[in-house]
């Protein structure tokens, strides 16, 4: 299969620990988005890579949240000192180069996070 | 104001139903819309996306965009079981940009 892949799919820690959540887009894909989601809300918009260079951070990825995407193929992305409001289920979604026909972005499952 | 906004439902229809599923936007200058089917605990999965205003059909599926009332739909015909899900529409400015997603519909189709 060579849809997009997220490792782990669940994650449980403690406050105050840092995570690491890895996403594999879709090998042709050149963009990789990342998004949180909570219960009951659509996906929110995180930040996005064309290629290697991360071009687009929201206003939710605070200092504690990094993302990268080396040789501009897996990302990956940590949260440092976790707090039990970054539990939420991050999504990673890949798109290919763009242009009048295929444009709109594949997900993967997921990863689950759990801070206690 | 939400730059989207989707009514969360729940919706519970009858198998053979024809469903509407429906959102509605503020910025005038989105032009690429999707619509998502989400079941519990999994990642979102494309159905529909389509540019600009108009129709587009794929099988049971049929989504509108409407810009002059920032309004897109998404219809299911013959509505089955297996259709229940969380639908969430989505839309951007560019391809290269961030999408920005409704809350998601919840449906129910009753055998």
């Known amino acids: 299969d060579t849809g997009v892949s997220q490792d782990p799919r669940h994650k449980i820690t403690k406050r105050g620990q840092n995570v690491t959540f890895r996403c594999d887009p879709i090998s042709e894909h050149n963009r990789l988005y990342w998004y949180r989601q909570t219960l009951g809300q659509g996906p929110e918009f995180l930040t996005y890579f064309q290629n290697e260079a991360q071009l687009e951070k929201s206003r939710l990825l605070s200092d504690r949240f990094s993302a990268e995407r080396p040789k501009g193929s897996f990302s990956t992305l940590e949260i440092q000192r976790t707090e039990q409001g970054d539990s939420a289920m991050y999504l990673c979604?890949?798109?290919?180069?763009?242009?009048?026909?295929?444009?709109?972005?594949?997900f993967g499952p997921g990863t689950r996070l759990l801070v206690l | 104001q939400k730059e989207v906004e989707q009514d969360p439902g729940p919706l519970s229809v009858p198998e053979g139903a024809i469903v509407s599923l429906n959102c509605t936007y503020s910025n005038s200058a989105f032009q690429y819309f999707m619509w998502y089917r989400q079941y519990s605990r999994k990642g979102p999965e494309l159905l529909m996306y389509t540019y600009s205003s108009g129709n587009k059909e794929d099988g049971r599926f049929t989504a509108q965009v409407d810009k002059s009332s920032k309004y897109i739909s998404l219809f299911i015909r013959d509505s089955q079981p297996s259709d229940s899900a969380t639908y969430l529409c989505a839309m951007s400015v560019n391809t290269g940009n961030q999408f920005y997603f409704g809350t998601g519909t919840s449906l129910t189709v009753i055998p």
């Open positions: 979604a890949s798109s290919p180069r763009g242009g009048d026909t295929d444009w709109t972005q594949y």
